[in-house]
C-alpha cells in the first residue's frame, strides 16, 4: 500500500551557505521524491537522509518527529520555514481514490529511541517512571494513572520487562522492540534501525518489513547503509551521495562494493589455502 506517494523539498535558496537545513540539500537540483511499498535513503555520513527523515516527519507531523533550530543568523526559524515549504501527495487506495491523510499510527522512529528504551530496560531505579511515562503518552487519564502507580498490575508488567532484559542481548532487544512498533496500515520512517543488531537479526528484521509491506498494507521510508538490509529488503533505493535523488540497485553501492572486495581479498583465508 501506497500511502505517501511523493515528497518535495523547498527550492528556496537562501543567501548564507550554512543555515540548517537549507544547506544540506543545497546542490541537489532535482528535489522531487517518489515512494515505493519500500524506500531505501542510502548515504555517507553527513549525507542528509537522517536530516531528511526528520524534515519528512514534521512536514506530515508524525509522531516521533524532532524540532530543529537555527539560531545562530538571528530570530527567522529557518527550520520552520523549511518545513513549511515543503509539499507532499499522499497515495492512493485500491479503488484508486487518494487518501485524504496519513494513517494513524504512522510514526517516525529513531534508532536512539530504540536504544533509550533499552536503557530503561536496564536500570531499575527508572522502571516505574518510564512505564507510567509510556501509559500516559498512550491516553491514560490522570485517575487512571494514579490507580496504576503502585499496583500489582504495574509490578507484574516491570517484572516482565526485567525478564526480557536479562533473556535477551541489546541486539535481540531491539530487534524485539522494532517489530512492537509496526503495526498493519500505516506508514514508518525508520532511521537506521540496523543500530545493535546482529547481520542475522538485520535479516530478519528486512524479512519482517518486507511481509508487512507486501500483505498488510505497511509502506516503509529508511535510512541505512547496511548491505544486510540493503541486499535484503525489497526496495527502491535513492543514494544522498549522488548529484541529486537518483536510483541505485544494491551492488552498486560504494559501501556495498567494500564489503565486496573486503572479503573477496579474502577469499582464500575462507577456502582454507592461507
Known sequence: MIHLSSFHLTEREVANPNIYPYHVFAKKEDRHIR?????????????????????????LGLEGKEYATCN???RERYFERFIRECSYVLGEDEEGNSYQSIPVGSRYVKS???????????????????????????????????ELTGSKKMWNEIEILKFAQEKYSNG??????????????????LDEPEVSL?????VLLAQEINTLARFLNCQFIIST???????????????????DFDTVTWTELENVLFYYKFFKDREKEFKGEI
Not at 115 to 143: A, D, H
Not at 198 to 202: G, K, V
Open 35 to 59: 515512494f515505493d511499498h519500500i524506500t531505501i535513503f542510502y548515504g555517507g555520513n553527513a549525507s542528509g537522509k537522517s536530516t531528511l527523515l526528520n524534515i519528512m516527519a514534521n512536514t
Open 72 to 74: 545562530k543568523y538571528g
Open 112 to 146: 536512539e529511541d530504540i536504544l533509550y528504551e533499552i536503557k530503561k530496560i536496564q536500570q531499575e531505579t527508572v522502571l516505574q517512571e518510564g512505564y507510567i511515562y509510556e501509559q500516559v503518552r498512550k491516553g491514560m487519564s490522570k485517575q487512571q494513572k494514579e
Open 172 to 189: 535481540e532487544t531491539t530487534l524485539q522492540m522494532l517489530l512492537d512498533y509496526l503495526r498493519p496500515d500505516a506508514l514508518y520512517l
Open 198 to 202: 546482529s547481520p542475522t537479526n538485520q
Open 225 to 243: 547503509h547496511s548491505p544486510f538490509l540493503l541486499g535484503t529488503l525489497n526496495a527502491r533505493i535513492y543514494n544522498l551521495d549522488g548529484r
